[in-house]
C-alpha cells in the first residue's frame, strides 16, 4: 500500500492511503480544486514556493495594488518565483530557488529602499514564514519542503513637497529656469519620490540643452532636501538616528513635508555653461551601411545652401529633398530638439535604413558646433508575392460551396521622384469555382503615394499635422468583380452580375507622440453595377438586398483617431472616425437626384489590456452609427451596403458566422426564401471580453488559450419594410437591450514569431430570434451546435 505523508508547520500531519481507484480520484478531484499550484524541478531542500505582498494602511485598493507591484521587483533574484499557469487552472511553479534568510532581509532592505525613495514615513514590513513539508514513501527524492512568505507593508505616511525653489549660479539657467516655472514637475502639496525629483532635473537639462547649452548635464544640478527629512529617508540611519531625527519633527510628524531647492555645483569647465551656435554642416546622403564611412567622393555639392556641404557617392536624392528634413541650421543657436528631430526624421521616412548625427566643437570658436549627418539608403525597391486560398459556402452571392484562388504582388519604391516619397503599388487577380466553370473573376489594381511633407495643408491644421511628422497620402484603386450562376437547365454559366468600383483620396496623416491622425479631404468612391434579369428578380425579393446592390457615388471626407495609454500593467487604446458624403455636393440637384449617397458615419473603439507576467486581460467597447439622408423613400434610409455595420465572425461576435447576425430580434433573414441573407445595419453596439493565458509549447510552437464572451448587435434606423417578419429589426432606446446578442466560448492559439493563428469555438448563449421564447437564454441548447472560427491575430 502506497502512503505519502504531508507536514505543515505546527507538525500536524496528513496520511493518505492508495487504497483503490474511488480513492485515486476523489484525491485527483481534490487536487484539481485546492491543490492547483504544484512545482517542477525543485531542489531537495526548502525551496520558496510562494511569495505574497499585502499592503495595508490608508491608501486606495488601485494604489495598494500598484505598491504591491512595485514591491515585487524589489525582491531579491533567490525570493522569485516562477510560475507558469496550465490552461488557466493549474498553475506550475518552475525550478523554484533554495530558500535562504539572508535574501529575506536583503529584499526587505531592498523594498524599504523603495519606500524611502517614494517618500513613505518610517515604513513597516512584517514578514511571516510559513513551512510545508510533502513527503512521499516510496520516492523520497520526490519530497518537498515548501516554504510560503507573507509580505506585510505599512508604508506609513507619504511625505509631500512644501516648497520648491531654484538657486542656480548662472545667471542665464536661473533666468531660464524661472521664466518656465509653470512647466515645472513639481507642486505644492504633491508626494514625495525620488523618481519625480528626478524627472525634474532631466526636465531643466533639455530647457538648457534646447537654448544652446550643449554640454551642460545632468551632473551640474542637483537637489538639496530639507535636511531632517532627507535624513529620516536614508535608509541606512540605525535606530537611534533615526529616533533623534523624529524629536526635531514635532509638528511635522502628523503631516511630514519636505522643502526642495535645485542647485548648481560649481563650474569645472566653463564650456559647459556656454551656448553653442550652429556652424557648418556636412551631409553623407548615400553611404554604404555595410561598409567604412571612407567611400569614394563622386559630387560635392557646396552651393544648396550656405553653410551646407553635400557629399554623395551616387545621386540618389535631391538636395532639396534633404534640405527640407534638416532642423538644424547653420549660425542658428543649438537646439537638442532639432537635433533629434532630424535624426528621427530621416529615420522614419523610409528611404534610410538609419540615419546618425555627430556634434564637434568648431577649431575656429569655442562656441561654434560643426555638424555631420550621416545616411544610409534603404534598397530602394522591395516586390512581396503572395498567393491566396478561401472556402466560400453560401453566401448571398454563392450557389452552393466555392473554393478561390488568388495571386497578388506588391511593389514598393522607397525612394520616388529622388525626394524619399514613398509608393506602393499592388495588383491581384483572383477566380472562385463554382461546378464545372469559373464562377467569380476578381482583379483590382491600386496604387498609394505618400509625400513626406503636408502638401496644401491650411495653417490651422498644423496642431494636428506638423511639418515634421506629417505625410501627404494620395490613393487611386480600380476593381472589377464578374459573378455567373449555374443555370439548372443547362448546368451552364450564366451572367449573374459584375461591378466596376473606382476609389481616389487625398489627404495628411501624422503622428504626435502616441497618437495617430488622419484626414482625408477628399474621398471619391464610385460603384457601377451591371445586373442581370436574373439577378434583378432575386433581388426584388428581398429588400434589404435591393437596397444594398445599386449603383452609387461616395464623395466624403474621412477623419481617423487613434491613441495609446499605459497605466501600469493596463493600456488604454481609443479610436474614433467620422465620415460625411454629400454635405455641400448634394446641394447640387444633378448629383442628389442622381447616384450620390449623401450619410453622415460615425463610430468609437475603447479598448483596455491588463498584462501579468503571463496572462492577460482584453476588454473592448464598440458603438457606430449612421444618418443617410437627402432623398425621400427607402432608397437614403440606409447606409450603402459598404458603409453600414454588420456582425459576426472571428473577429466580432464569435458565436455567429460573418455577417450572420441580426438585424435586432427580426427572424426575417432566416426565414426569408432564397438561402442565407447578409445583414447590414445603421447601428452596431458591441463589448467584448477576453482572458488569455498560456498552454505549454509543442514542437517549439507557444500554445495559448482564452476564455471569452460577446454581446451586441445591428440594428436600422427604421425597418425596411413593415411585414411581421422584420419586427424588432429597428433600434428602439426603451427596448434595444432585450436584442442583445450574447456567446461565449474558448479556443486555441498558436503563436508564431510573427503572427498569430486562433481557432474559437463559441456557442450561442443569448440568441435575440429566441425572444419570442420563454427560454431566450440557451434556447434549444445543444453545444454540439456551436460555431467554430478561425482567425489571424488577436481579434482585438
Not at 191 to 210: A, G, H, I, M, W
Not at 283 to 296: A, G, H, W
Not at 485 to 501: I, Q, R
Not at 739 to 748: F, P, Q
Amino acid at each position: 500500500m502506497g502512503l505519502f505523508t504531508l507536514f505543515t508547520s505546527r507538525r500536524r500531519q496528513i496520511t493518505v492511503s492508495f487504497l483503490s481507484p474511488a480513492y485515486l480520484l476523489a484525491l485527483a478531484i481534490l487536487l484539481s480544486l485546492f491543490a492547483c499550484t504544484v512545482p517542477r524541478k525543485y531542489p531537495p531542500r526548502p525551496f520558496v514556493f510562494a511569495v505574497k505582498i499585502k499592503v495595508e494602511g490608508n491608501l486606495k485598493p488601485s494604489e495598494k495594488q500598484d505598491l504591491a507591484a512595485r514591491l515585487a521587483n524589489q525582491l531579491d533574484d533567490s525570493l522569485r518565483v516562477h510560475e507558469v499557469s496550465d490552461a488557466g487552472v493549474r498553475h506550475r511553479v518552475m525550478n523554484p530557488p533554495v530558500f535562504d534568510s539572508a535574501n529575506l532581509r536583503r529584499s526587505i532592505g531592498f523594498m524599504v529602499a523603495l519606500l524611502n525613495a517614494s517618500g513613505y514615513f518610517n515604513p513597516a514590513i512584517k514578514d511571516t514564514i510559513r513551512r510545508d513539508t510533502i513527503l512521499f514513501s516510496r520516492h523520497p527524492e520526490r519530497n518537498q519542503y515548501r516554504v510560503r512568505i507573507d509580505f506585510h507593508v505599512t508604508p506609513g505616511v507619504q511625505v509631500t513637497l512644501d516648497s520648491i525653489g531654484y538657486a542656480l549660479t548662472t545667471p542665464e539657467l536661473q533666468r531660464l529656469a524661472m521664466q518656465t516655472l509653470n512647466k515645472s514637475l513639481l507642486r505644492k502639496g504633491m508626494p514625495y519620490s525620488k523618481q519625480v525629483l528626478s524627472d525634474e532635473l532631466d526636465r531643466l537639462v533639455t530647457l538648457f540643452q534646447n537654448h544652446g547649452y550643449y554640454k551642460f548635464s545632468k551632473q551640474d544640478i542637483y537637489f538639496e532636501r530639507d535636511t531632517v527629512l532627507a535624513g529620516l529617508l536614508d535608509p541606512t540611519l540605525d535606530p537611534f538616528q533615526q529616533a533623534a531625527l523624529l524629536e526635531k519633527l514635532g509638528q511635522k510628524r502628523e503631516h511630514p513635508t519636505m522643502n526642495a531647492v535645485v542647485l548648481q555645483r560649481p563650474v569645472l569647465d566653463s564650456s559647459r555653461i556656454i551656448p553653442y551656435t550652429i556652424g557648418h554642416v556636412t551631409v553623407y546622403p548615400d553611404l554604404p551601411i555595410l561598409q567604412e564611412d571612407t567611400v569614394t567622393v563622386s559630387n560635392i555639392d557646396t552651393s544648396a545652401a550656405r553653410g551646407f556641404t553635400f557629399i554623395t557617392r551616387t545621386d540618389k536624392f535631391k538636395t532639396k529633398t534633404l534640405l527640407e528634413n534638416i532642423y538644424i541650421q547653420p549660425g542658428q543657436q543649438y537646439q537638442w530638439r532639432k537635433y533629434i528631430q532630424t535624426v528621427n526624421r530621416f529615420n522614419q521616412l523610409g528611404a534610410w535604413q538609419q540615419a546618425s548625427m555627430t556634434m564637434d566643437p568648431a577649431d575656429s570658436s569655442d562656441s561654434v558646433l560643426n555638424a555631420t549627418l550621416k545616411l544610409y539608403p534603404n534598397l530602394k525597391y522591395s516586390i512581396a508575392p503572395s498567393l491566396e486560398a478561401s472556402y466560400n459556402t453560401n453566401d448571398i452571392l454563392a450557389s452552393g460551396t466555392l473554393f478561390g484562388t488568388a495571386v497578388s504582388l506588391t511593389l514598393n519604391n522607397r525612394n520616388a521622384f529622388r525626394e524619399a516619397v514613398q509608393t506602393a503599388t499592388y495588383v491581384r487577380a483572383g477566380v472562385e469555382f463554382g461546378g464545372k466553370f469559373i464562377q467569380t473573376e476578381d482583379l483590382s489594381l491600386s496604387h498609394s503615394i505618400a509625400f513626406p511633407k503636408p502638401i496644401a495643408r491650411p495653417g490651422f491644421l498644423d496642431k494636428w499635422f506638423p511639418k515634421d511628422s506629417t505625410r501627404t497620402v494620395v490613393t487611386g484603386n480600380a476593381t472589377y468583380t464578374d459573378r455567373r450562376y449555374t443555370d439548372p437547365t443547362t448546368s451552364t454559366g450564366k451572367e449573374f452580375f459584375n461591378v466596376k468600383s473606382l476609389n481616389g483620396s487625398f489627404g495628411w496623416e501624422s503622428k504626435i507622440d502616441n497618437k495617430t491622425f488622419l484626414l482625408n479631404l477628399f474621398n471619391v468612391e464610385y460603384t457601377d453595377l451591371v445586373k442581370s434579369d436574373t439577378f434583378q428578380r432575386y433581388l426584388n425579393s428581398f429588400p434589404s438586398l435591393n437596397l444594398a446592390f445599386k449603383t452609387g457615388l461616395v464623395m466624403s471626407t474621412q477623419f481617423v483617431y487613434n491613441s495609446a495609454k499605459q497605466h501600469g500593467i493596463a493600456t488604454d487604446f481609443f479610436t474614433g472616425s467620422f465620415e460625411t458624403s454629400g454635405f455641400f455636393l448634394g446641394m447640387i440637384k444633378s448629383l442628389n437626384d442622381g447616384d450620390l449617397w449623401r450619410f453622415v458615419r460615425a463610430d468609437v473603439t475603447y479598448r483596455r489590456h491588463w498584462d501579468w507576467r503571463t496572462t492577460s486581460l482584453a476588454f473592448r467597447l464598440f458603438a457606430g452609427g449612421g444618418i443617410a439622408y437627402g432623398k425621400p423613400g427607402p432608397i437614403q434610409e440606409t447606409l450603402p451596403f459598404y458603409k453600414a455595420f454588420f456582425a459576426g465572425g472571428p473577429n466580432s461576435m464569435r458565436g455567429w458566422t460573418i455577417r450572420q447576425l441580426g438585424l435586432g430580434s427580426a427572424n426575417f433573414y432566416d426565414t426569408a426564401d432564397g438561402g442565407i441573407l447578409d445583414r447590414f445595419g445603421d447601428i452596431k453596439l458591441e463589448a467584448n471580453i477576453e482572458y488569455r493565458f498560456p498552454l505549454g509549447t509543442v514542437f517549439g510552437v507557444k500554445l495559448q488559450s482564452a476564455l471569452y464572451a460577446d454581446a451586441g448587435n445591428i440594428w436600422d434606423r427604421h425597418p425596411i419594410d413593415t411585414s411581421q417578419a422584420q419586427k424588432g429589426s429597428d433600434f428602439q432606446i426603451n427596448s434595444f437591450y432585450k436584442a442583445i446578442a450574447v456567446d461565449g466560448g474558448t479556443g486555441l492559439r498558436l503563436v508564431f514569431p510573427y503572427f498569430l493563428i486562433r481557432l474559437d469555438y463559441a456557442y450561442k448563449l443569448k440568441d435575440p430570434e429566441s425572444i419570442r421564447f420563454p427560454d431566450t437564454w440557451f434556447h434549444d441548447f445543444n453545444l454540439l451546435k456551436g460555431q467554430f472560427q478561425l482567425g489571424i491575430g488577436y481579434p482585438f
